[in-house]
């Protein structure tokens, strides 16, 4: 049974789906692994490398013939159609917005496994790569920020003087937030954070950041996620928020509800109150931005001297680490899904319905839109 890495072919994609340290784990399972040229090479993932790690490397096709693709970013509507009936694809699927991909999914009969739906329980942790992506990216963050401030981040004492540590001021307290504030106070910043969800205060303190409190309702989400708010609770949080954001010298924006637009954190003219030459750095760029002007992947700034980094394929911008974090995530969701070779039997699939996480992160299979619970209910 061979499993596939193609090249990801999306502007600014730079990670890989398999890193070469993980390979024997595939083959071990008595996979065939087969390696797009070229394919780990923003990754330090060289050709060389997947060869000795036990994989073949190929130039051109190596997907039509597949029976599992794994991919960061997921296949194009015209990729997809080229699989063979019954193969199963993995990866980042945005189900949300990529209906091409699936309906060409769908048609070509592949069972397509979209990572974003990984549901968030004990079991599944090792397999969580928006956990994983998310941690590479808060850490990012806080170093664009520490670049783009024309300030020191930590206090220091000098002959000449005292130097002031900078104000830093994350918005949300998720994977990414928490990274970014560990960052932030490892390179000596004072940092505070603000979340809707009360919860999250005490892992905000265990960095040693001071957690906002707004005295607002709390908005907890499933799977650990903030759920979506009303403009009226949202506009009576950005009203309390201004004074923290003003007297910041970075503010660092992570909030994001999976599968919708973003929400709006700061408007202009908090932007406006805040001093020149402090520095926004919006992670939520590309799902509509947290922070209103804010563009992906480019640097605005406004006619009052504030910075607004729009985050763009930002774990792509740490391809060796989140490479290694992703393609074990990827590893340990297929391994799930195997039936290992044994006393002569070829390796096998077994796509269990059955198992809360491949029922949950299943979009498409057997040439329809896989629904979750549908198997439980026609078993009772």
Known sequence: MKVAVPREIRDGEKRVALVPDIINKLTRLGYEVVIESG?????QATDDL???AGATVQSGDVISTADVVLSVTSLTPAQMKTLKKGAVTISFLSPVTATDT???AVSAGVTALSLELVPRISRAQSMDALTSQALCAGYRAALVGSELSPRFFPMLMTAAGTVTPAQVLVLGAGVAGLQAIATARRL????SAYDVRPS?????KSMGATFIDLGLEALEGAGGYAREMTEDRAAKQRELLTPYIAKSHVVITTAAVP??????LMTAAMVDAM????????LAAETGGNVEGSKPGEIVTTSKGVQIWGGKDVPSQLPFHASSLYSRNVVNLLTLMTVASKDGAPVALNIDFTDEIIDKATLTHAGSKHTPGASAKEAN
């Not at 394919?39 to 990754?43: E, N």
């Not at 999250?200 to 905000?204: F, G, K, N, P, T």
């Open 39 to 43: 394919a780990g090479i923003h990754s």
């Open 200 to 204: 999250s205060a005490d892992e905000v």
């Open 188 to 191: 000596g910043a004072v940092v």
């Open 102 to 104: 699936i309906d060409a």
């Open 50 to 52: 997947f060869r000795a």
């Open 259 to 264: 599968g919708r637009t973003a929400p709006r």
């Open 275 to 282: 001093e020149s030459g402090t520095v926004i750095v919006d």
